[in-house]
């Protein structure tokens, strides 16, 4: 099955480490997001990319950066991390073929902990 | 940018009883109403969705309406079940034949349904 996949499930690091987290899919979708979730403040938007050559920031892009290595492939960076910055975070992809907004498939998510 | 509101934060129903999740949203723009349903641990899925130019849509036990002139929109599960607690998003989408195909998400709804 075409499917969203995420690495690490689970990672724990220190304060002012760098963090890369990778999201991959095989849908053949060209629009990828990720997002932060945080109990009661919902589903926020880091990054986002319609294609590998057009990155865009979120509402939350402060202290992350992004990079869109392949179209199956992006990947979200915490170059410094915070403790403010642990978290679940979800890569999602959705397909490109309607010229309009479109489901998106979320991936089982990275859940982060910053000491 | 677009702000979605989302009521309520908790709701707890009995098994067979009518849920309704209500949202607003504060961009006219916006035409694109996706729900989301997040199993514990899992992640988010659609379960249903709504355009502009549709005023209600139903699938089974769960039905969308949409209001424009309000900017609000509700989810509907009727007959509910054990399986349906989890915690529902909406979002609104704002897009058409261009590249704003982000979403905004509500902060969440904790659905409980008691046997």
């Known amino acids: 099955d075409a499917d969203v996949t995420q690495t690490p499930r689970n990672r724990i690091t220190k304060t002012g480490k760098r963090i890369m987290l990778e999201c991959s899919q095989t849908?053949?979708?060209?629009?990828m997001y990720w997002y932060r979730q945080d109990p009661g403040l919902g589903l926020r938007l880091i990054y986002y990319?319609?294609?590998?050559?057009?990155?865009n920031k979120g509402e939350i892009s402060d202290g992350y950066s992004v990079s869109r290595q392949a179209q199956a492939k992006f990947s979200l960076s915490l170059e410094s991390a915070i403790p403010n910055q642990t978290a679940l975070y979800f890569c999602?992809?959705?397909?490109?073929?309607?010229?309009?907004?479109?489901?998106?498939?979320f991936g089982p998510g990275t859940r982060l902990t910053v000491l | 940018g677009e702000n979605v509101e989302q009521h309520p934060s908790t709701l707890s129903v009995q098994e067979g009883d009518s849920a309704v999740i209500k949202c607003t949203y504060s961009?006219?723009?916006?035409?694109?109403f996706p729900w989301y349903k997040q199993e514990l641990g899992k992640r988010p899925q659609l379960i249903i969705d709504?355009?502009?130019?549709?005023g209600e849509k139903k699938d089974q036990r769960i039905a969308v309406t949409l209001n424009k002139t309000a900017k609000h929109f509700s989810l509907h599960i009727t007959e509910t079940q054990p399986e349906d607690s989890a915690v529902y998003f909406c979002?609104?989408?704002?897009?058409?034949?261009?590249?704003?195909?982000?979403?905004?998400f509500g902060k969440g709804t904790l659905l409980t349904v008691n046997p």
């Open positions: 999602a992809t959705s397909g490109s073929w309607l010229a309009e907004p479109s489901e998106q498939f």
């Open positions: 849908k053949g979708h060209d629009r």
């Open positions: 990319s319609f294609d590998v050559k057009d990155i």
């Open positions: 961009d006219s723009a916006s035409n694109y």
């Open positions: 709504i355009r502009s130019n549709v």
């Open positions: 979002a609104a989408s704002i897009g058409s034949g261009g590249s704003n195909y982000k979403l905004t």
